[in-house]
Protein backbone atom coordinates (compact mmCIF):
# COMPACT_ATOMS: atom_id res chain seq x y z
CA UNK A 1 0.00 0.00 0.00
CA UNK A 2 1.16 3.48 -1.27
CA UNK A 3 1.87 5.76 1.67
CA UNK A 4 0.71 9.89 0.86
CA UNK A 5 3.78 11.04 -0.44
CA UNK A 6 3.98 7.97 -3.09
CA UNK A 7 0.28 8.46 -3.97
CA UNK A 8 0.10 11.84 -4.65
CA UNK A 9 3.92 11.65 -6.32
CA UNK A 10 1.88 8.66 -8.54
CA UNK A 11 -1.05 11.04 -9.52
CA UNK A 12 1.50 14.19 -10.22
CA UNK A 13 3.62 12.06 -12.35
CA UNK A 14 0.38 11.27 -14.93
CA UNK A 15 -0.53 14.84 -14.72
CA UNK A 16 -0.29 16.01 -18.55
CA UNK A 17 -0.53 19.54 -19.51
CA UNK A 18 -4.67 19.76 -21.38
CA UNK A 19 -3.47 21.01 -25.34
CA UNK A 20 -3.43 24.77 -25.49
CA UNK A 21 -6.63 26.49 -26.61
CA UNK A 22 -7.81 29.94 -28.08
CA UNK A 23 -10.31 31.49 -25.96
CA UNK A 24 -12.29 34.56 -25.50
CA UNK A 25 -10.35 37.03 -23.07
CA UNK A 26 -13.22 36.91 -20.56
CA UNK A 27 -13.67 33.20 -20.63
CA UNK A 28 -9.74 33.01 -19.41
CA UNK A 29 -9.97 34.76 -16.29
CA UNK A 30 -8.38 32.10 -13.72
CA UNK A 31 -6.48 30.03 -16.44
CA UNK A 32 -2.65 30.39 -17.54
CA UNK A 33 -1.02 31.84 -20.49
CA UNK A 34 0.06 28.90 -23.14
CA UNK A 35 1.83 32.08 -24.77
CA UNK A 36 3.99 35.59 -24.06
CA UNK A 37 1.65 38.69 -24.44
CA UNK A 38 3.42 41.32 -25.99
CA UNK A 39 1.81 45.01 -26.39
CA UNK A 40 0.52 45.64 -29.63
CA UNK A 41 0.72 49.08 -29.78
CA UNK A 42 1.91 52.07 -27.28
CA UNK A 43 -0.38 51.99 -23.76
CA UNK A 44 -0.93 54.78 -23.39
CA UNK A 45 -1.17 55.30 -27.34
CA UNK A 46 -0.48 59.03 -27.07
CA UNK A 47 0.34 61.55 -24.36
CA UNK A 48 -2.14 62.18 -22.26
CA UNK A 49 -3.64 64.21 -19.48
CA UNK A 50 -4.08 62.53 -15.74
CA UNK A 51 -6.05 65.36 -14.40
CA UNK A 52 -9.41 67.68 -15.33
CA UNK A 53 -7.27 71.28 -15.91
CA UNK A 54 -5.00 73.21 -18.30
CA UNK A 55 -2.68 72.41 -20.76
CA UNK A 56 0.14 74.70 -20.85
CA UNK A 57 4.00 75.32 -21.18
CA UNK A 58 5.67 75.20 -17.57
CA UNK A 59 7.75 78.25 -18.91
CA UNK A 60 4.88 80.27 -18.56
CA UNK A 61 3.49 79.59 -14.55
CA UNK A 62 7.10 79.40 -13.03
CA UNK A 63 6.31 82.76 -10.76
CA UNK A 64 2.56 81.68 -10.49
CA UNK A 65 1.67 81.77 -6.97
CA UNK A 66 -1.85 83.22 -5.03
CA UNK A 67 0.60 86.55 -4.20
CA UNK A 68 1.43 86.47 -8.26
CA UNK A 69 -1.19 84.93 -10.44
CA UNK A 70 -0.32 84.06 -13.97
CA UNK A 71 -3.20 84.96 -16.74
CA UNK A 72 -3.28 82.58 -19.78
CA UNK A 73 -5.99 82.47 -22.79
CA UNK A 74 -7.97 79.66 -23.25
CA UNK A 75 -8.10 79.03 -26.95
CA UNK A 76 -10.27 76.02 -26.66
CA UNK A 77 -12.07 72.56 -24.84
CA UNK A 78 -10.57 69.00 -25.30
CA UNK A 79 -12.91 66.37 -23.72
CA UNK A 80 -11.58 62.81 -23.42
CA UNK A 81 -11.60 61.54 -27.17
CA UNK A 82 -11.20 64.31 -28.67
CA UNK A 83 -8.56 66.15 -30.05
CA UNK A 84 -7.22 69.57 -29.73
CA UNK A 85 -7.54 71.57 -33.17
CA UNK A 86 -4.51 73.84 -32.36
CA UNK A 87 -0.74 74.25 -30.34
CA UNK A 88 -0.66 75.53 -26.94
CA UNK A 89 1.19 78.94 -27.53
CA UNK A 90 3.07 81.08 -25.19
CA UNK A 91 0.41 82.77 -23.00
CA UNK A 92 -2.29 80.42 -23.87
CA UNK A 93 -4.00 77.03 -22.39
CA UNK A 94 -6.23 74.51 -23.89
CA UNK A 95 -8.67 73.12 -21.13
CA UNK A 96 -8.54 69.76 -20.46
CA UNK A 97 -10.17 66.76 -18.82
CA UNK A 98 -8.80 63.62 -17.89
CA UNK A 99 -7.45 61.18 -20.57
CA UNK A 100 -7.57 63.74 -23.23
CA UNK A 101 -4.48 63.98 -25.68
CA UNK A 102 -2.03 66.37 -24.43
CA UNK A 103 -2.14 69.60 -27.40
CA UNK A 104 0.98 69.95 -29.21
CA UNK A 105 3.41 72.72 -27.47
CA UNK A 106 1.73 72.06 -24.29
CA UNK A 107 3.95 70.17 -21.98
CA UNK A 108 2.38 70.51 -18.67
CA UNK A 109 -1.23 69.97 -16.70
CA UNK A 110 -2.53 72.31 -14.13
CA UNK A 111 -5.35 70.95 -12.13
CA UNK A 112 -7.86 73.11 -11.94
CA UNK A 113 -8.18 73.21 -8.37
CA UNK A 114 -5.01 75.75 -8.76
CA UNK A 115 -7.37 77.57 -10.98
CA UNK A 116 -9.88 80.40 -11.63
CA UNK A 117 -11.58 80.70 -15.20
CA UNK A 118 -12.41 84.22 -15.37
CA UNK A 119 -14.11 84.54 -19.04
CA UNK A 120 -11.73 83.37 -21.78
CA UNK A 121 -9.00 83.99 -19.47
CA UNK A 122 -7.57 81.19 -16.69
CA UNK A 123 -5.97 82.38 -13.34
CA UNK A 124 -3.26 80.33 -12.19
CA UNK A 125 -1.80 79.98 -8.42
CA UNK A 126 0.38 77.48 -8.44
CA UNK A 127 3.97 76.66 -9.94
CA UNK A 128 4.66 73.32 -11.28
CA UNK A 129 7.29 71.54 -12.95
CA UNK A 130 7.57 70.40 -16.42
CA UNK A 131 5.38 67.24 -17.26
CA UNK A 132 3.27 67.40 -14.11
CA UNK A 133 0.36 65.67 -14.68
CA UNK A 134 0.89 64.05 -18.13
CA UNK A 135 0.81 60.41 -18.58
CA UNK A 136 3.84 59.94 -20.97
CA UNK A 137 3.05 57.74 -24.64
CA UNK A 138 3.57 53.69 -24.19
CA UNK A 139 5.03 54.94 -20.01
CA UNK A 140 2.70 51.73 -19.14
CA UNK A 141 3.52 49.24 -21.82
CA UNK A 142 5.81 50.03 -25.21
CA UNK A 143 4.78 48.35 -28.18
CA UNK A 144 6.15 45.10 -28.97
CA UNK A 145 7.44 44.44 -25.34
CA UNK A 146 6.61 41.54 -23.59
CA UNK A 147 3.71 42.25 -20.64
CA UNK A 148 3.14 38.66 -19.43
CA UNK A 149 4.96 35.43 -20.48
CA UNK A 150 3.94 32.08 -20.87
CA UNK A 151 2.80 30.02 -17.41
CA UNK A 152 1.04 33.58 -16.10
CA UNK A 153 -2.58 32.87 -13.93
CA UNK A 154 -4.80 35.35 -15.14
CA UNK A 155 -6.37 37.16 -11.96
CA UNK A 156 -8.47 40.22 -12.96
CA UNK A 157 -5.16 42.65 -13.20
CA UNK A 158 -3.83 39.81 -15.88
CA UNK A 159 -6.87 40.20 -17.82
CA UNK A 160 -7.03 44.08 -17.62
CA UNK A 161 -3.33 44.44 -18.96
CA UNK A 162 -3.88 41.89 -22.08
CA UNK A 163 -6.99 43.72 -23.33
CA UNK A 164 -4.90 47.39 -23.10
CA UNK A 165 -2.58 45.36 -25.02
CA UNK A 166 -4.79 44.74 -27.58
CA UNK A 167 -5.83 40.84 -26.84
CA UNK A 168 -9.52 40.39 -27.24
CA UNK A 169 -8.66 36.36 -27.09
CA UNK A 170 -5.45 34.79 -25.54
CA UNK A 171 -4.13 31.40 -25.66
CA UNK A 172 -4.34 29.52 -22.45
CA UNK A 173 -4.41 25.70 -20.85
CA UNK A 174 -8.07 24.91 -20.53
CA UNK A 175 -10.02 24.32 -17.84
CA UNK A 176 -9.92 20.40 -16.86
CA UNK A 177 -13.59 19.05 -17.53
CA UNK A 178 -13.76 16.65 -14.22
CA UNK A 179 -16.83 14.30 -14.98
CA UNK A 180 -18.24 13.16 -11.05
CA UNK A 181 -19.65 9.96 -11.48
CA UNK A 182 -21.69 9.12 -7.75
CA UNK A 183 -22.61 5.53 -7.05
CA UNK A 184 -24.76 4.05 -4.09
CA UNK A 185 -28.42 2.84 -3.95
CA UNK A 186 -29.26 4.51 -0.83
CA UNK A 187 -29.01 7.72 -1.90
CA UNK A 188 -31.78 10.05 -2.41
CA UNK A 189 -31.58 14.03 -3.53
CA UNK A 190 -30.78 16.72 -1.59
CA UNK A 191 -34.31 18.13 -0.96
CA UNK A 192 -35.94 14.54 -0.62
CA UNK A 193 -37.00 12.90 2.93
CA UNK A 194 -34.66 9.83 2.87
CA UNK A 195 -37.16 6.89 3.22
CA UNK A 196 -35.83 3.71 5.42
CA UNK A 197 -32.20 2.58 4.60
CA UNK A 198 -31.86 5.62 2.92
CA UNK A 199 -29.69 8.87 3.20
CA UNK A 200 -29.01 12.21 1.35
CA UNK A 201 -26.33 12.70 -1.47
CA UNK A 202 -23.79 15.14 -0.27
CA UNK A 203 -20.90 14.40 -2.13
CA UNK A 204 -22.05 15.36 -5.59
CA UNK A 205 -22.85 18.81 -4.12
CA UNK A 206 -19.55 19.04 -2.44
CA UNK A 207 -17.69 17.39 -5.17
CA UNK A 208 -18.76 20.10 -7.66
CA UNK A 209 -18.10 22.54 -5.76
CA UNK A 210 -14.48 21.35 -5.01
CA UNK A 211 -13.99 20.93 -8.61
CA UNK A 212 -15.39 24.03 -9.59
CA UNK A 213 -13.49 26.28 -6.48
CA UNK A 214 -10.52 24.40 -8.15
CA UNK A 215 -10.91 26.13 -11.33
CA UNK A 216 -12.30 23.57 -13.10
CA UNK A 217 -15.16 22.27 -14.84
CA UNK A 218 -18.04 19.70 -13.47
CA UNK A 219 -19.60 17.59 -15.58
CA UNK A 220 -21.96 16.13 -13.06
CA UNK A 221 -23.47 12.99 -14.03
CA UNK A 222 -27.02 11.65 -12.82
CA UNK A 223 -26.73 8.70 -10.26
CA UNK A 224 -24.99 5.73 -11.53
CA UNK A 225 -27.66 2.72 -11.22
CA UNK A 226 -26.40 0.08 -9.54
CA UNK A 227 -25.53 -2.46 -12.40
CA UNK A 228 -22.61 -3.17 -14.32
CA UNK A 229 -23.93 -2.44 -17.86
CA UNK A 230 -24.82 1.46 -15.85
CA UNK A 231 -21.63 1.66 -14.87
CA UNK A 232 -20.06 0.94 -18.02
CA UNK A 233 -22.46 2.96 -19.90
CA UNK A 234 -21.70 6.20 -17.50
CA UNK A 235 -17.83 5.82 -17.68
CA UNK A 236 -17.94 5.77 -21.39
CA UNK A 237 -19.78 8.74 -21.58
CA UNK A 238 -17.77 10.18 -19.30
CA UNK A 239 -14.88 9.23 -21.11
CA UNK A 240 -15.82 11.24 -24.03
CA UNK A 241 -16.92 14.57 -21.94
CA UNK A 242 -14.16 14.73 -19.49
CA UNK A 243 -10.47 14.98 -19.14
CA UNK A 244 -10.93 13.69 -15.23
CA UNK A 245 -13.50 11.47 -13.94
CA UNK A 246 -14.68 11.03 -10.51
CA UNK A 247 -15.63 8.28 -8.94
CA UNK A 248 -17.62 8.06 -5.81
CA UNK A 249 -18.48 5.23 -3.85
CA UNK A 250 -18.15 1.36 -4.38
CA UNK A 251 -14.43 1.69 -4.27
CA UNK A 252 -14.10 0.04 -0.18
CA UNK A 253 -13.77 -3.38 -0.20
CA UNK A 254 -17.00 -5.04 -0.62
CA UNK A 255 -18.11 -3.32 -3.47
CA UNK A 256 -14.97 -2.31 -5.30
CA UNK A 257 -14.23 -5.22 -7.35
CA UNK A 258 -16.89 -4.40 -9.76
CA UNK A 259 -15.81 -0.66 -10.40
CA UNK A 260 -12.40 -1.89 -10.98
CA UNK A 261 -13.55 -4.91 -12.90
CA UNK A 262 -15.45 -2.61 -15.66
CA UNK A 263 -12.67 0.14 -15.97
CA UNK A 264 -10.01 -2.85 -16.31
CA UNK A 265 -12.55 -4.19 -19.28
CA UNK A 266 -12.62 -1.03 -20.58
CA UNK A 267 -8.51 -1.05 -20.99
CA UNK A 268 -8.01 1.23 -17.42
CA UNK A 269 -4.76 0.56 -16.24
CA UNK A 270 -4.67 0.42 -12.22
CA UNK A 271 -1.98 2.53 -10.86
CA UNK A 272 -2.64 2.25 -7.16
CA UNK A 273 -6.04 1.00 -5.06
CA UNK A 274 -5.77 2.33 -1.45
CA UNK A 275 -3.14 4.49 0.65
CA UNK A 276 -1.55 4.72 4.02
CA UNK A 277 -4.82 7.36 5.19
CA UNK A 278 -7.15 8.37 7.33
CA UNK A 279 -9.37 9.07 5.58
CA UNK A 280 -9.63 8.06 2.47
CA UNK A 281 -7.89 4.63 2.79
CA UNK A 282 -9.79 3.06 -0.30
CA UNK A 283 -8.82 5.39 -2.92
CA UNK A 284 -8.02 4.33 -6.41
CA UNK A 285 -6.07 5.46 -9.46
CA UNK A 286 -6.44 4.73 -12.92
CA UNK A 287 -5.32 5.68 -16.09
CA UNK A 288 -7.13 5.01 -19.82
CA UNK A 289 -5.11 6.92 -22.27
CA UNK A 290 -4.76 10.41 -21.41
CA UNK A 291 -7.64 10.26 -19.02
CA UNK A 292 -7.48 9.78 -15.42
CA UNK A 293 -9.78 8.31 -12.93
CA UNK A 294 -10.14 8.55 -9.89
CA UNK A 295 -11.85 6.35 -7.14
CA UNK A 296 -13.23 8.40 -4.19
CA UNK A 297 -14.45 6.61 -1.38
CA UNK A 298 -17.85 7.33 -0.19
CA UNK A 299 -17.38 8.47 2.96
CA UNK A 300 -18.45 11.98 2.61
CA UNK A 301 -15.17 13.65 4.35
CA UNK A 302 -12.74 10.96 2.76
CA UNK A 303 -13.87 12.18 -0.33
CA UNK A 304 -13.86 15.70 0.00
CA UNK A 305 -10.12 15.08 1.59
CA UNK A 306 -9.02 12.90 -1.11
CA UNK A 307 -10.40 15.56 -3.66
CA UNK A 308 -8.25 18.15 -1.59
CA UNK A 309 -5.20 16.29 -1.17
CA UNK A 310 -4.92 15.01 -4.78
CA UNK A 311 -7.35 15.84 -7.29
CA UNK A 312 -6.76 19.09 -6.59
CA UNK A 313 -3.34 19.04 -7.47
CA UNK A 314 -3.48 16.72 -10.25
CA UNK A 315 -6.41 19.37 -11.92
CA UNK A 316 -4.31 22.50 -11.12
CA UNK A 317 -1.04 20.96 -12.53
CA UNK A 318 -3.11 19.92 -15.72
CA UNK A 319 -4.06 23.75 -15.98
CA UNK A 320 -0.48 24.56 -16.19
CA UNK A 321 -0.74 25.76 -12.68
CA UNK A 322 2.61 25.59 -10.90
CA UNK A 323 1.80 26.47 -7.14
CA UNK A 324 0.13 23.29 -6.43
CA UNK A 325 -0.15 23.24 -2.02
CA UNK A 326 -1.73 25.09 0.00
CA UNK A 327 0.61 27.06 2.89
CA UNK A 328 1.45 24.86 5.53
CA UNK A 329 2.09 26.31 9.41
CA UNK A 330 3.13 25.11 12.32
CA UNK A 331 1.15 24.84 15.02
CA UNK A 332 0.02 23.79 18.45
CA UNK A 333 -2.53 21.47 19.27
CA UNK A 334 -4.80 22.38 21.78
CA UNK A 335 -6.11 19.04 22.37
CA UNK A 336 -4.85 15.23 22.80
CA UNK A 337 -4.69 13.42 19.34
CA UNK A 338 -4.48 9.64 19.41
CA UNK A 339 -4.41 7.84 16.48
CA UNK A 340 -5.76 4.46 18.30
CA UNK A 341 -5.86 1.38 16.20
CA UNK A 342 -5.25 3.21 13.02
CA UNK A 343 -1.57 3.72 13.69
CA UNK A 344 0.72 3.59 10.65
CA UNK A 345 -1.38 5.81 8.43
CA UNK A 346 -0.93 9.52 8.10
CA UNK A 347 -3.90 10.89 9.86
CA UNK A 348 -5.58 14.65 8.21
CA UNK A 349 -7.32 16.01 11.48
CA UNK A 350 -9.82 18.51 10.66
CA UNK A 351 -8.34 21.81 12.81
CA UNK A 352 -9.65 25.30 13.24
CA UNK A 353 -6.84 27.83 13.47
CA UNK A 354 -6.23 30.74 15.85
CA UNK A 355 -3.47 33.17 15.56
CA UNK A 356 -2.93 34.15 20.01
CA UNK A 357 -0.11 36.35 20.48
CA UNK A 358 1.84 35.54 17.30
CA UNK A 359 1.63 31.86 17.56
CA UNK A 360 -1.00 29.51 15.35
CA UNK A 361 -3.20 27.07 17.50
CA UNK A 362 -4.83 24.37 15.74
CA UNK A 363 -8.33 22.82 17.53
CA UNK A 364 -9.91 19.93 16.45
CA UNK A 365 -13.63 20.63 14.85
CA UNK A 366 -14.83 17.76 17.31
CA UNK A 367 -15.43 14.44 16.35
CA UNK A 368 -13.12 13.45 13.62
CA UNK A 369 -15.19 10.59 11.80
CA UNK A 370 -15.02 9.83 8.03
CA UNK A 371 -18.55 10.41 8.21
CA UNK A 372 -18.97 13.70 10.21
CA UNK A 373 -19.03 16.74 7.41
CA UNK A 374 -19.55 18.95 9.79
CA UNK A 375 -16.01 18.54 10.99
CA UNK A 376 -15.24 19.34 7.34
CA UNK A 377 -17.61 23.00 7.79
CA UNK A 378 -15.78 23.94 11.06
CA UNK A 379 -12.43 23.67 9.51
CA UNK A 380 -10.02 25.96 8.23
CA UNK A 381 -6.97 24.00 7.90
CA UNK A 382 -6.29 20.23 8.00
CA UNK A 383 -3.38 18.90 10.23
CA UNK A 384 -1.16 16.07 9.27
CA UNK A 385 -0.14 13.66 11.61
CA UNK A 386 2.44 11.43 10.11
CA UNK A 387 2.37 7.97 9.47
CA UNK A 388 4.77 6.65 12.30
CA UNK A 389 3.62 9.02 15.10
CA UNK A 390 0.93 7.22 17.11
CA UNK A 391 -0.67 10.58 19.17
CA UNK A 392 0.25 14.08 19.85
CA UNK A 393 -0.40 15.52 23.37
CA UNK A 394 -1.54 18.37 24.03
CA UNK A 395 0.27 21.54 23.24
CA UNK A 396 3.15 20.00 20.85
CA UNK A 397 3.22 21.48 17.34
CA UNK A 398 1.95 19.87 14.33
CA UNK A 399 1.58 21.38 10.61
CA UNK A 400 -1.33 22.21 9.25
CA UNK A 401 -2.49 23.18 5.22
CA UNK A 402 -4.09 26.32 5.30
CA UNK A 403 -7.33 24.63 3.21
CA UNK A 404 -8.55 28.49 3.13
CA UNK A 405 -5.85 30.08 1.61
CA UNK A 406 -4.70 30.02 -2.19
CA UNK A 407 -1.49 27.21 -3.05
CA UNK A 408 1.67 28.95 -2.10
CA UNK A 409 3.77 25.97 -2.92
P1 LIG B 1 -19.06 3.42 -0.03
O1 LIG B 1 -17.71 3.96 -0.30
O2 LIG B 1 -19.96 3.46 -1.21
O3 LIG B 1 -18.99 2.05 0.58
O4 LIG B 1 -19.74 4.37 1.04
C1 LIG B 1 -19.20 4.56 2.32
C2 LIG B 1 -20.14 5.37 3.17
O5 LIG B 1 -20.36 6.63 2.58
C3 LIG B 1 -21.54 4.75 3.31
O6 LIG B 1 -22.00 5.00 4.63
C4 LIG B 1 -22.36 5.51 2.31
O7 LIG B 1 -23.72 5.55 2.67
C5 LIG B 1 -21.73 6.88 2.38
N1 LIG B 1 -21.91 7.57 1.10
C6 LIG B 1 -21.62 7.05 -0.10
N2 LIG B 1 -21.88 7.93 -1.06
C7 LIG B 1 -22.37 9.03 -0.46
C8 LIG B 1 -22.85 10.29 -0.93
N3 LIG B 1 -22.86 10.56 -2.24
N4 LIG B 1 -23.29 11.19 -0.04
C9 LIG B 1 -23.28 10.90 1.28
N5 LIG B 1 -22.83 9.75 1.78
C10 LIG B 1 -22.39 8.81 0.93
MG1 LIG C 1 -21.67 2.64 -1.96
Redesign the pocket.
Given at each position: MLNIEEALKEILDYATLLAPVTLPLDEAAGLVLAENVAARGNVPPFANSAMDGFAVLAADIQQASESTPVCLHILEDVPAGSVATQPVRHGTAIRIMTGAPLPDGADTVVHVEVTRAEGSDVIIVLALKNGVNVRQMGEDMKDGTIVLTAGTVLRPSEVGVCAAAGYATVTVHPHVRVAIL???R??VDAGEVPGPGQ??????HSLRAQVAAMGAEPVVFARVADTRAAVRSALEQALTQADVILT?????V??YDFVKDVLQEMGAALVFWRVKQKPGK?MAFWTLGSKRIIGL????VS?MVCTEEYVRPLVRRMMGQTLLHRPVRTAILDERYSKGVDAGRTHFVRVRLQEREGVFHAALTGPQGS?ILTSMALATGIAVIPEDTLFVEAGQNVHVQLTNLPEDH
Open positions: TTGELIRDANANGGVSGDPPGNPCG
